[in-house]
Structure formats: C-alpha cells, structure tokens
C-alpha cells in the first residue's frame, strides 16, 4: 500500500581520497509518518532551514528536498501531497515553522496509547436504581453468598446477596436483587432488649453464616436447605468484632479461613477443616453450644476450632480485613498511623506495615496484578506495590469526603472510590488523572448513614446499601456474542468519506466528531463536545445532526440540533468558526459550495453563509416550505433540492437562489403553480382573506382567464380529495395522508434532462421515486424499495460514476440496486454474467426470499444486493470507490464497512483485531438473519444438508471393500439364498404440493418428504415369456410391441425364408 513504510537502500560513490574511491550505503525510508523519523537533531536542522528561508517559509518542493537530502524520506508525490495539506493548516501553499512543530505534536498525541485508550462513553451511564432495603432499621453489611460446587469452585454469576441491618433483620437476594426470605439473628441469652448487628459474613462451602453484634459475640447459623438455626455462639470476646472475611480453598484437605478484626486494634483468625463441615457437621439431639472466648483460646472446647490471635496491631478500630492468597496473607486496616497490615498466619515471614498519617478507611487489590489500594479519612486515593510498603506508586487527590469504598477493575489500572459524600470518582491510574466524577447517587439511600458496598465483578454492579438499596453499572463489559463494538456512543448521525486525505468522518448524537483510517481502523483526531450550549451553568453537549466537506475536501461543517454550524480542520480538531441559523432549530441539512454555506432545517429556508469572514448570522432565501424540511440534496453548481415532512419537494436554482418548481411527494403528477411575486404569495397563505375577495370578483371575467386565479392550496386539497376518495374528509384528516420524504440524493453524472431522473427520494411509505430536475421535467417513476410491512428508506448514497444506489432502511436491510439503465432515456446494455460474480445474491435459490419476491413484478431497476446490516435503523450510508467498500452507520450506535458484493469486514472502533479480507458474521445479526442474508454474508455458500441425512464419517479405519466383504462379527446379509428378481415397492401416493408465495412469508408446517430421484428400471423380460409371446404374435399376424432385442428374432426369421420363396 501506499501508506506502508518501505526502506530503499541507495548506493553512491564517495572519493575519501583521490586514489581510494569507496561506496557509501544509505538507508531512505518511504512515506513514513514524518514524527517517527523526527529527533531532536532534527528538530534543530529544520529550525535552521527555516531560519534561513525566505520571509522564513518553506515552498512544497523545498521541504521535500530538505526531507529527502537530510533526513533520507522518500514520499510518493501523493503521499508528500496529503503530508503537505495536513501540515499546512493556513491553505497558503507556504509551511511555516508554526505549522511544523503543530503537525508533529499532534502525531505524537496521536500515537500515545492513553489516546488510542480513551472511551467513547463515561464508564458510569445513568442514574442508579433505587429500590427499597426491606428493613426496618439501616443496612449495616451487604455481603455476595456464592454457589459453591461440587468441586468447591464458585463463580460471581451464581448466587445472591445477604443483606442484614442493625435490628438483626437479615434478608437474602438474587443476583437481580429480587427478595427471597428474611431471618432474624438474635442473641440467646437477651430477651427485652436487642443488641446492634455490626457484621456479618457467609461460610458458603459449610452452609454456614456468622454474624457479630455489639454483645461481643460471633452466632454462626445454619442455612442449609433454607434453614436459620443457630449452632454455635462464641462469647465474651475482649472486644467487639465490628469487621469479618472468610476465605476457603478449592482444596478440602486446605483449612478454611475466618478473618476478625475488633475495636480494640486485634486482629483474630478462626482455622477449621471444611471435611465433613469440620465443627458444623450435624448430629442428632446435640444441643446449641455456647463458649467463651477464653475457653476457645486455651482449647477446652471446640478443638476443631484453631485461634490465632495479633494483639494490638492497630491503636484504632480495625476498619476492613482481608486475605491475600499469593502470599498467603491477612490484610487488615484501620484509621491510625499504622495504617495497614500485611502479615502471615504466623507472622514470620511477611510482616508489612503502611504507614499513613490519618489512616486508611478501606482497601482493595489485585491479585493477578499486585497492585493495592487504599483510601482513607485524608479523601486520598493511594495505589501500592504490595512488596514496597515505604511509600506509595501514584497519590490520586480530588474527593471533599473520606473515602468508604474502593473498586479495582482491568488489572488495577481503572479504580473507582466512593466517599461519604456519595461522589464517585473514576480513575486511569496510566494517565494518573480523574477520567469522570459521578454525582448521581441521590442522598434518599442514606445522606448521614454510613454505607455498605459490594461489587460482583460479573455483572459489573456496585451495590449500594444504607436506608435503601443503590445499584450501579461500572463500565458495562461488551459481550463478543452481542456485539462487535460500537464506533460511538450514541446513534451515528453522518458518516462522510474524504478522498483527498483517504479518512473517513463520522458524527454521532453524542456530539463527537471521530477522524479514522479505513485501511488499518485507527482513530487519528477525536473531538469531544463539538457542540454545546449553556443550561443552568453547565456546558450540554448538543447532538450533531448533519454534516459536509467544503469542495476542496479540507475543511469540514457540522449542523446541530440547537441550530448553531460550526467549521472544523479535522486533521487537528481546530474549531475554526461558529454560525448560528435560528436558536433551537435544528438543521437537517448544510451545503458547502464555492464561496457559500447553505444550511436548511426546521426553520423551513435556506439559510446562506459567506464561507470566509467572521459574521455568525446569514442572508434568508424566502420561505416556501409550509412545514419543517427533513432533507436535502445539492447538484453542484445547478440545483438545490429540498423536501417537508408535509410531501413538499421544491426545486431552487443555486447561482440565485430562485425556485424554480414545486410538487407534492404525495400527488407527484399534480401540477403546482409557483408564485413569484408578494400579492400572489399572500393570497396563496390566506385563502380566507383578500384572495377570497380576488376569486370571487375574477368569477365574472371570461373561462380563458380564469385559470390564473386558481388557488394552489385548493387545487392541491381538491385533486388529493378525489384520488383518495369521493367522500368529503376533513382537513385534518386529509393532512394525515401526505407522505414525509427521509432522505435524498442527486446522481449528478446524469445530464439535467426533463426524460432523465437524477434526483431519488424516499418516501414513509417505502417507495423511492426518481425526478428530473428539469425545469420542464418532473416525477418519472418510481419503485418499491422494502420488504418488511412498515419499513422505509432512512438513507440513501451512490457511487461516483452513478452505477449503484445504495438504500438503508429502518429496520436495518441495507439494499444495492442498479442505476445504469434506470431512466436513462437510452438503451444500455447489461452483463448479467459479471453482475452474478460480484453479487452472490443474484444467484437462484431452490426457494426465493422476501426480498427477491417483493421485486419479482418489478423489472427496474434490478435489485443486486439485499441483507440486514443492522438490528436497528441504518441513518447514513457512504461509498468508498477506490476500495468498493460500503460504511454504514445506524441507531445502534455502530458504523460497520461491507464489501460492495455485501460481506461483512469490520465495526469502526471494534475491540476485534482490525482485518479488512477476512469476512465475518455481525455477532447481533446473527441471531435474526434470514437465509438471504446468511447467503450474502457466505459469499453465496449455502448449505445443502438434508434433515435425516447420515453424515459419511471420513475418518474411520474400515474401508468400504472391507464393510462389502467381511462381516466383523455381524451376521450376513439378506438374502442368504442369494438374490433375485423382486419388484420394487410402490410408493405411496402424496398430493401435490403447492406453495403460497402470495404471502410475505411462506409458512411451513411441517417437513416435505421427498421421494428418491433415482429412475426405476424395467427388468428384462424372462426367455420363457418372450418365447410364448412371439409365437402367439406370429400366428395372429400382429406385430409384438417390445424392444428392439425382442424383434430381432422374427426379423433374422423372415430374412431366411424370404430366398426360398
């Protein structure tokens, strides 16, 4: 390709001295990105040579030289002239150093990996959903209880949550936070008053579930089958466990692990064999079993229970405790100096303490990474190394609150914290900055109550829990079953290809303009927020609702919904001019010709700018449409095409903005006089006013001239009254049958000739029609273009020479039909023969589909391609004829790149590796496409397997002369006397089968039997029978109707007596 990096080794000869000459070897990079090759002695030289040019400006054909004498690049003279154009941003013809040094900044900014990593969306979308805790009292501990397995493994999408306040209440969850049961956890020995629930944890491989309260106890129950019976009660602890984890192995023969941390700074571990439950096994009549903290310690009861203790490792509550398996580690933390504990169960090997002035609140960490978090009082996110605890990696600041909660996610370089004050902060620990600060979480789950927060790493939710229940969606993972990716976050509003710098632009709802390379699916230049406006203070995002390239492919203008247009160099992303057509109107289409910016929407004109200067308003061409205009179409330099939701298409002249005709979608051979001056033009707007004086005074006058009084509006709601129907309807009604148009498109290569279409339109009602934009010409056909009842065209794009018109419709088909001999007004050969190698559609099906039907009665034009690229509606088509490629963008937030012949290659902005010759299936699509679709996708493959077929395996030792012969231990095969003659059996007699294509969809009900295509052959006819019938032929003197072996007899017969005679 072109744009490959070649390396061209040049030899020249070079005299060290005058008697030894010898050879030089150099390496020439070609058409390699110029930052690449740049260093800082480079940077010096071309400083210097622009130092020494002239007005200190570099001519094209000087910096090539200087490229290729100082730095050895080679451009091809395309290449240099895309190079050239980027850099110079002024459109001059003159490089400056400026411009230079802005070139190369931004290719470096291109090539940073935090640039390439940047997400399209906020990793939180949405407000949370809110639902009621089922509680009396406020959650003290939300905790995750999975399924354990047979093999004791678990997995975050099997399981539930367990929710317990400080009344005791417990109540259990699904995944979907759907309640199950509630429980109550009490103390045995109280019966007036209640002791406060500080914690609680599930023992899932025994089926067990612990809970601490302020009584200085730990109650372990047994929720086997959905039981809650207490089992075990450990009392009389020194202090109060206010934090607990578990921990067990996959391993049985490994102890289980139960992790308390007090109030006292102790940090206790209760070891247990899980086999057989270890102390939770069942056993018939045994009571429940209280012991005391003391007896636990010296082992006088419980033996199965192993205590070890850490005395004071903290001189504050212990806040969070944890276990960190690769180095077989407890955590623990607390809001003191001696922040954080990571030590052994034996304390011998491992022992690092964190120090942190203010302490740490809590902690999260990633195994696989090694990275540790913490988050304390301070309102500081910290990140360590879990083997470096001197001082921490990154130091993140920017909360106003302590922090309560922390979230590791993609290998510890995402990490999200909560605060007391309910903000959430999102963190690119690579780009160590805040990427996005949600605020959403509404102050009803608890404004002064303190919160409990789990996160299952499946799902993605962040669980919430205080007064009510909160749950948040962190970065929503995309499913490669689902999707391919998504090029942008909202649904794509313009896809535009640029030819002369090889990119393709797309624009989306969310106000983003994206510049990517086609060739490799590199994102080059991204703009965020292209259009805002002001609400309450804060800067709104506006979506982009249309786009073009001014005519030398440079410069680019986007039209938005709140009216305003803005100019862009989309190689830099350099907003270089703002105008506004009318506040809040949005423009659904705009027009770059030479000298002039047209823009149109629902203000119903044409507004027109001056492409240089600083004005921000324009000059308005009159207004025609009686309703908002929902597309446009330019013809440079002739024509202007416009079209309102009410059916009205009008033509205008470019050069001076003058219509020049007008019709009605609807109605399209009813004749629509313009007015051109203010008194007809009045009287057309009210027909209740001096017009009516005008009609009925003009009533008198003779028939010849009368026509010119006719009102249009009448003759309009006349003429539809009497297509339509006899029966009067009224107004409103009537209004309800004009016909919106969605989209339009010129075929500019067409001569402007009153018998040849060049303007297509399409209609709600699923028609496309075709137009000349002649004054003399007008309607010419028209043709169905959709399948699927309630469908229409939403988008419309064709090729340079004309050849193709491609239509994407509301439920995502995406349809390519042939232009050549189309209302051409001339003969025009086609080759179906090519046309059947490069569109596999067009070959014959055993049973035609939908889109083959609906165009059976339907010669022109001829359909090439039909197949569903999107499961939502395609908004914007566009060609690339220098690859044959078709980009489509749809409401699915996705633009995808097919092959002209219909092959699916890539999604824009896709996580898949970026490959444009292999093909694929679009993962959604997949799961609703037809058989037509699936043919187009396989390059016209289909599959011929028949229900019932026994599949030959290829792959077995018996060979088929050995199946023939040997018998393998199975008994021989019938006939054991050895065959003979048996007539076949006759089939049974099956009616006809008639299918109904009248319909949409052929319904079958059940599967057709089919009978063996094999012919049957008649046995030869026995020598005994033959013999018999031949004698009895001869003596009655008729002639034996048999073949041509049973003649041969009588013939070699009569041939040897006919001598004698």
């Not at 027109?608 to 004005?615: Q, S």
Request: charged share 20%; glycine share 6%; with cysteine.
């Amino acid at each position: 390709m072109a744009n490959e990096s070649e390396i061209v080794v040049i030899s020249t000869s070079s005299r060290v001295s005058d008697a030894s000459p010898s050879l030089t070897v150099r390496q020439r990079w070609r058409n390699v990105p110029l930052h690449e090759r740049c260093s800082m002695a480079d940077m010096i030289v071309l400083k210097n040579a622009f130092q020494e040019a002239f007005l200190h400006k570099l001519l094209p054909n000087q910096f090539r030289e200087l490229l290729r004498t100082q730095f050895n690049l080679e451009y091809d003279d395309e290449e240099f002239n895309i190079l050239f154009l980027k850099i110079n941003t002024n459109r001059n013809g003159e490089m400056e150093w400026d411009e230079l040094v802005s070139h190369l900044l931004l290719g470096y900014f291109t090539n940073d990996p935090e640039n390439q990593r940047a997400s399209l969306q906020l990793a939180i979308m949405g407000r949370p959903t809110i639902m009621r805790s089922q509680h009396r009292h406020p959650i003290s501990k939300i905790c995750f209880c999975p399924d354990v397995a047979k093999d004791r493994s678990t997995t975050p999408m099997q399981g539930g949550y367990i929710t317990a306040s400080r009344d005791g209440q417990l109540n259990w969850w699904t995944l979907d936070m759907t309640m199950l049961r509630t429980a109550y956890s009490s103390s045995p020995v109280l019966k007036v008053r209640t002791t406060w629930v500080t914690d609680c944890v599930c023992l899932p491989d025994v089926n067990m579930l612990v809970t601490s309260s302020t009584e200085r106890d730990l109650r372990f129950y047994d929720i086997t089958a959905k039981t809650f019976t207490l089992k075990i009660v450990i009392t009389s602890w020194e202090y109060m466990i206010c934090t607990m984890y578990y921990y067990f192995q996959k391993d049985i023969n490994e102890n289980c692990i139960l992790i308390l941390g007090d109030v006292g700074g102790y940090v206790r571990v209760l070891q247990f064999s899980p086999i057989e439950r270890g102390p939770f096994r069942n056993e018939a009549g045994k009571p429940l079993q209280t012991v005391r903290h003391i007896d636990l310690q010296r082992k006088r009861a419980l033996p199965e229970l192993r205590l070890i203790e850490k005395a004071r490792v903290h001189t504050d509550w212990v806040r969070q405790v944890s276990y960190y398996s690769p180095l077989h580690c407890l955590m623990s933390c607390a809001t003191c100096p001696d922040a954080l504990l990571m030590c052994d169960l034996q304390g011998s090997k491992t022992h690092n303490m964190f120090h942190v002035d203010k302490g740490i609140q809590c902690f999260a960490f990633d195994e696989e990474a090694h990275v540790l978090v913490t988050g304390g009082p301070d309102c500081t996110v910290r990140v360590w190394s879990p083997f470096v605890p001197a001082a921490p990696n990154l130091v993140l600041q920017g909360h106003h609150a302590g922090i309560v909660a922390l979230v590791v996610q993609n290998g510890g370089q995402t990490i999200y914290s909560l605060a007391r004050d309910r903000v959430i902060k999102v963190w690119d620990v690579q780009g160590q900055n805040c990427v996005q600060t949600y605020i959403d979480v509404p102050s009803e789950i608890g404004e002064r109550t303190p919160i409990s927060a789990v996160y299952n790493p499946a799902t993605r939710e962040f669980i919430l829990a205080a007064i009510k229940i909160a749950v948040l969606v962190l970065d929503e993972q995309l499913n490669t079953n689902h999707t391919d990716g998504f090029t942008h976050s909202r649904a794509i509003a313009k896809v535009l290809y640029n030819p002369l710098f090889k990119v393709v632009i797309t624009c989306g709802l969310d106000s983003i303009i994206i510049n990517w390379n086609p060739l490799t699916g590199k994102r080059n230049v991204m703009v965020r927020d292209a259009h805002t406006r002001l609400l309450h203070g804060e800067q709104i995002p506006v979506e982009i609702t249309a786009a073009c390239f001014d005519p030398g492919y440079q410069l680019l203008c986007t039209g938005a919904r709140d009216g305003s247009l803005k100019t862009w160099n989309f190689n830099t992303g350099l907003c270089l001019r703002t105008l506004t057509i009318e506040y809040m109107c949005e423009v659904t289409g705009v027009f770059w010709v030479e000298g002039r910016i047209m823009a149109i929407g629902w203000n119903r004109h044409v507004t027109e700018f001056e492409d240089t200067g600083t004005a921000t308003t324009g000059k308005s061409w009159e207004t025609r449409h009686s309703e908002d205009v929902l597309a446009a179409a330019a013809r440079m330099p002739l024509s202007l095409a416009t079209s309102s939701y009410n059916s009205e298409m009008i033509l205008w002249k470019l050069e001076t903005g003058q219509p020049y005709r007008m019709f009605s979608c609807t109605e399209p051979m009813l004749r629509i006089k313009m007015q051109f001056n203010k008194r007809d033009l009045s009287r057309a707007a009210s027909p209740g006013g001096t017009g009516a004086k005008r009609h009925s005074s003009s009533a008198h006058r003779p028939s010849s001239m009368s026509g010119r009084g006719v009102d249009t509006a009448a003759a309009v709601q006349k003429a539809r009254a009497r297509r339509v129907s006899t029966v009067s309807l009224p107004q409103r009604a009537q209004a309800m049958r004009h016909l919106g148009v969605h989209a339009m498109v010129f075929l500019e290569t067409r001569p402007m000739h009153m018998r040849v279409a060049s303007l297509m339109l399409s209609l709600e009602n699923g028609m496309v029609q075709a137009w000349s934009d002649h004054s003399a010409g007008g309607f010419q056909g028209s043709f169905q273009a959709v399948h699927t009842a309630g469908d229409y065209v939403s988008a419309l794009a064709t090729d340079a020479q004309n050849n193709y018109l491609f239509t994407g419709t509301t439920v995502g088909y995406i349809k390519t039909w042939l232009m050549t001999n189309y209302l051409v007004n001339k003969e025009v050969h086609v080759n179906m023969p090519a046309l059947r190698l490069e569109f596999p559609f067009l070959w014959r099906d055993r049973v035609e589909g939908r889109a083959k039907r609906c165009v059976r009665d339907q010669p022109l034009p001829l359909l090439l391609n039909s197949y569903k690229g999107h499961v939502r509606c395609v908004t914007t088509l566009a060609y690339i004829d220098e690859y044959k490629l078709l980009l489509s963008g749809s409401s699915d937030y996705s633009v995808r790149v097919w092959r002209l012949s219909g092959e699916y290659l890539q999604t824009l902005g896709s996580f898949q590796p970026w490959n444009l010759d292999v093909t694929s299936v679009p993962p959604d699509v997949k799961k609703v496409a037809s058989f037509t679709t699936m043919k187009v996708f396989r390059s016209g493959y289909v599959s011929r397997y028949v229900p019932g077929q026994i599949e030959i395996d290829k792959l077995r030792d018996i060979t088929e002369r050995e199946l023939r012969t040997g018998t393998f231990g199975a008994p021989c095969a019938d006939p054991l006397l050895g065959h003979h003659f048996k007539l076949p059996r006759r089939p049974e007699t099956q009616a006809r089968i008639v299918l109904d294509d009248s319909l949409q969809t052929i319904p079958l009900y059940a599967h057709l039997r089919m009978a063996s295509t094999t012919p049957i052959r008649r046995p030869p006819t026995p020598e005994l029978v033959r013999a018999t019938r031949l004698r009895r032929a001869a003596a009655a003197g008729k002639k034996a109707h048999f073949g041509s072996t049973s003649m041969e007899g009588p013939q070699r017969i009569s041939s040897e007596k006919r001598p004698e005679t």
